[in-house]
């Protein structure tokens, strides 16, 4: 049974920092590409970060330079490191996995930026 587990987010005043943490089971997670999505209230699903299992990294514009994502294979864990966080930050954050044309998605855990 896949499994990708969010954990991390919480309520945090705007420049403040979260670290998210997404662990999995039933995947080899070596082999798979894995990403942060997040989801505002009233908005699409957007992709946040990703990094391949070859460890390149993308950043979505709006979180470049404050966003940082890393993977340690030996935890089959994927984290997401955020600094300087603003409110428009406020979201449900999901951990996605994909290998090939499978993917699988956590539940989410919700980040709220706000004084």
């Known amino acids: 049974q896949v499994q990708l587990v969010e954990s991390g987010g919480g309520l945090v005043q705007p420049g403040g920092s979260l670290r998210l943490s997404c662990e999995t089971s039933g995947i080899i997670f070596s082999d798979n590409n894995m990403a942060w999505y997040r989801q505002a209230p009233g908005k699409q699903r957007e992709l946040v970060a990703s990094?391949?299992?070859?460890?390149?990294?993308y950043y979505a514009d709006s979180v470049k330079g404050r966003f940082t994502i890393s993977r340690d294979n030996t935890k089959n864990t994927v984290y997401l490191q955020a600094n300087s966080l603003k409110p428009e930050d406020t979201a449900v954050y999901y951990c996605?996995?994909?290998?090939?044309?499978?993917?699988?998605w956590g539940k989410g855990t919700l980040v709220t930026v706000s004084s």
């Open positions: 996605y996995a994909n290998r090939y044309n499978i993917d699988y």
């Open positions: 990094i391949t299992r070859g460890h390149m990294i």
